[in-house]
Nanobody, 116 residues
Framework: QVQLVQSGGGLVQPGGSLRLSCEVS????????MDWYRQAPGKQRDLVAD???????NYADSVKGRFTISRDNAKNTVYLQMNSLRPEDTAVYYC??????????WGQGTQVTVSS
């Protein structure tokens, strides 16, 4: 019964900020590495950021220095703070988890639109 429930997103002007949240249930969250992906219209789904159980992070070059992935183990939640947003950041953003036998779980997706 693994569930990833996303919130946040919306319409923001270039240079603005948004924070996405992903609340996870059905796993031992403190043991899990978590990821954020995004998919723009007509394009493939790409990895944006990931965070390990120990808090180590990794980012796509396109978002490095602007986005921050974090986690709150007390709330079983992973976040993506997005600053200095650009129109090319417009996409559906997905929270993602892969378990130890390779089964993948996805959040429902949330739209982020960066436009003036």
């Amino acid at each position: 019964q693994v569930q990833l429930v996303q919130s946040g997103g919306g319409l923001v002007q270039p240079g603005g900020s948004l924070r996405l949240s992903c609340e996870v249930s059905g796993i031992i969250f403190s043991w899990a590495s978590m990821d954020w992906y995004r998919q723009a219209p007509g394009k493939q789904r790409d990895l944006v950021a990931d965070i390990t159980d120990r808090g180590n992070t990794n980012y796509a070059d396109s978002v490095k220095g602007r986005f921050t992935i974090s986690r709150d183990n007390a709330k079983n939640t992973v976040y993506l703070q997005m600053n200095s947003l650009r129109p090319e950041d417009t996409a559906v953003y997905y929270c993602h988890y892969r378990n130890f036998v390779g089964v993948e779980y996805w959040g429902q997706g949330t739209q982020v639109t960066v436009s003036s």
